[in-house]
């Protein structure tokens, strides 16, 4: 049993629920914790695994890592490289790092109305992946920590669970009742709303039984279970995974049963110190009194609803909450910009910052203040940010509130789809976070329009293996897919060599089950016994190739190639891989010129820049990075500099936990296989050498498992076009390689080229013309502007460098914006291609008029 020091707990009243004099002392949560995790580690077997980040790995559905359960994805849903470590887990134990803000589980507006919701949370969690299920322990293992010995009065808890519902059998009144070993008085029956849980649309789910605690006790609670009581709450759900949710909305039986279960540490830290609040226990209270002491506000006190005048209290527990998620989310990488996740911190920055000023008379720069004490209260958590968190809490962005002005007075009742479409799946916004901005303004978006969208979509996502079709391929005794060719390229007299690959077809999937045989002209997914095609994983793009393949991917160590079938195939027939060398090379040197950009960033502006991500195709680089600057020149002669002594690139699969040890090694935060490329900067350092006795020789040594050179000079070139900020400290370059980089150096000093002269006065002129119609009327509708977006969008593609200046002098953006922001009586910055700042102003007319002013006096146009 877990025997955590349950007081026993005797009622309490409303006057009573701050204090418990008397009592012995409180358990702390840091104990709580580790009580919790120590438990199943040493009583029962669990690995301990770390929190992963709350920026979601590889997982664009989400945008926060909300539930214990996201890191565990891969194995629910069968996908889990084989390599990796992770596909050994049988039974794990963790305390992971929430956020419920946006998105599916959203506690935003919850937050400060009561004692117990939060945008910031921890998760503690035991799981079985295939291992124990409901008679194998879970319950009964559950039962003995809220009534372990000294344990809290068990009249105080109530399960919920039970009742059958659309065919689905979910836990009985009495098979609960059994297992637990309580009366079945104390298990009450709910349906499929209360009692099932699903990840998603579709995918692995199953019944669920909750624990509900009473923080008054001495009562029939019953009736107060899953009424939104503030006194009767849910402290733990326990889930048993057994069915796959299809995507016609049928369940089936999933091959292997898992457990998956959650408790709240705010939650239970309440229950065992024996308040009603969770902003009454540790985890808050130290925080509380820092904010009193940078306010000029009384003490908390813990009032809600009309008791609570003014809203003081409800402040104290907006701030305190908010500060947690801000500081947690930007040491995890997320920052408070326009899109995305970004967008919801932001958010939650805005509130922080009212609650904090208006109602609690703070000044400025108190919310930032408080980044140390929250350090100190979760140091496992938490690295230093009070700086970047009081920069931004000082700049809101000043076009976007502009943007705000706009849309909330001229944007018409319907939205295109398109528009929709393209933020979910460029940007990573949730639909149902767009209709909730969409709907703040009144609008909403042509739903038809937009299924029809999801629908197309679909087609290719269905092409994709699911956890009951992983199953079956393994218990067919299918083998992991051999895709080492697509490293097994060579040099041979100055050109690359591709290996050829003829194989077996193993496996069809037709986007619903495994089939024997496809007709011509079907879709289908097609599985060899050997490959050489490289699927996207990493930020680089999938191969090309044919027998007419589409795409590349990869799932649970089976390479699935999603092609069109120009004759009839079966399992068993024997087939010739034909590569599309030139898209491959084209990948090959993006990508190693990625990794010596990284590298060259890092040499040039100093080791505080990290990568933020990237991506690779076949006619560009994408590169997001921290601290980049304006002056790119240098960055490049680096860059060209070791792309000139065509020095030679070394890649060895290594395993994750050896090439840990290597010093200097650099990761970024995303899934990978345990592979490793090296030697990718002025000096040839092969990785043995890495690993055997380190070197003192110039290097950079990164995880990655791309494809890439054998010797820099391929690379020919590269130019940065763009370079931009995202948002503050985050900036984007996009750069190009070999023939595109050439061109675009031609632009760059037109003298030297009367073909580029010629380009660049065509390209002058497209600029005039679209400054005419941006500036004569309002766009009439979204879809005009965002014909005139994307038009921009191409033309400032070209960046700073290619600006051209036939007849007046070009304004940097940053001189604009700091000029513009000081008349509003704000402030501003950024680079001279772009900028932001924040000022006041109620009338955006005048605004604007004196913007155009100050641009027409300095171009003297």
Known sequence: MLRLPFRRLRPLSAASGRSFSGLPPPLPAAQVRSTFLDFFRDKHGHLLVPSSPVRPRGDPSLLFVNAGMNQFKPIFLGTADPRSEMASYHRVVNSQKCVRAGGKHNDLEDVGRDGYHHTFFEMLGNWSFGDYFKVGGALYCTWSRPTGEGGASVCNCVMSGGGVSDGVLVLGTLTTSVLLRVPPARVLPFGLKDNFWEMGDTGPCGPCTEIHYDHVGGRDARTLVNMDSPDVVEIWNLVFIQYNREVDQSLRLLPRFSVDTGMGLERLTGVLQGRRSNYDTDLFTPLLHAIQQRSGAGPYAGRTGTADEGQV????????????????CIADGVHPGMSGAELVLRRILRRAVRFCIEVLKAPQGALASLVPTVTYMLVKYISHNASELGESGRRFCFWFWFWSEWSGTNCPVCVSASVAWSLHRDLGFPLDLVDLMLAERGVQVDRQELDRLIQQAGVSSRLMLDVLSLAALQRVGVPHTDDSLKYAYRLEDGRYVFPACHATVLALFDGQALVPEVREGQSCGVILDRTCFYSEQGGQSHDRGYFTCKAVHRAGGYVVHQVTAVDSLKTGDQIQLHLDQAHRMSCMVKHTATHILNFALRKVLGSAVSQRGSHVSADRLRFDCTSASSDLQQVERCVNDIISANQIVHSQEVP????????????????????????????????SELLETGTDRETSVELCCGTHLLQTGAIKDLVIVSEKQLVKGISRIIAVTGRDAVRVSSRMAP?????????????????????????????SSPDSAQRLSKEASILSDVSTHDALQQDSPALAASDWAVALCQHLGGSAGGSALVAQGTGSSSDITEALRWAEDFACQKTQR
């Open 313 to 328: 209290d409800l402040a104290y527990r907006v701030v305190a909450d908010h500060i947690r998620t801000l500081s947690v």
């Open 656 to 687: 994750l936990q050896t090439a840990r040890t290597i010093r200097g090694l650099r990761t970024v935060d995303e899934v990978s296989p345990d592979c490793l490329s090296s030697g990718l900067t002025s000096r040839c350092v092969p990785v």
């Open 751 to 779: 003298q030297l080229c009367p073909q580029a002269r010629e380009s660049g006065h065509g390209l002058w002129q497209e600029v005039e013309s679209l400054s005419a119609r941006l500036s004569s009327s309002t766009p």
